[in-house]
Nanobody, 126 residues
Framework: QVQLVESGGGLVQAGGSLRLSCVVS????????MGWFRQAPGKEREFAAA????????YAGSSVKGRFTISRDNAQNTVYLQMNALKPEDTGVYYC???????????????????WGQGTQVTVSS
């Protein structure tokens, strides 16, 4: 059974930084394209960033591009999301997700991902 466990969330002031981690177990991490999504209260889940399994190609959503960086460590079965210049509108629950069947540009649709973590709360105060 594939499990994803996020950590690193918390409360930070606007302009600050956080680094989220997601450890994957029970599967073949190096073959998964990994993504980060977020969900604010009352809103739909939103794509943040993804990193392809084979060449570490990254893709970020327009709302976080230039501020968030996704990376992965296949030896540690871990994907990271470095978040800089945080804004109050970045507040939400952040989820990591794994896409088993991935090719081309990483998918930005939540329903393309097969496995999900339980989420970690990020709160940015103004």
């Amino acid at each position: 059974q594939v499990q994803l466990v996020e950590s690193g969330g918390g409360l930070v002031q606007a302009g600050g930084s956080l680094r989220l981690s997601c450890v994957v177990s029970g599967g073949t991490f190096s073959t998964y394209t990994m993504g980060w999504f977020r969900q604010a209260p009352g809103k739909e889940r939103e794509f943040a960033a993804a990193i392809r399994w084979n060449d570490a190609y990254t893709y970020a959503g327009s709302s976080v591009k230039g501020r968030f960086t996704i990376s992965r460590d296949n030896a540690q079965n871990t994907v990271y999301l470095q978040m800089n210049a945080l804004k109050p509108e970045d507040t939400g629950v952040y989820y990591c997700a794994a896409d088993r069947v991935a090719g081309g540009v990483p998918d930005t649709r939540a329903n393309a991902y097969d496995y999900w973590g339980q989420g970690t709360q990020v709160t940015v105060s103004s």
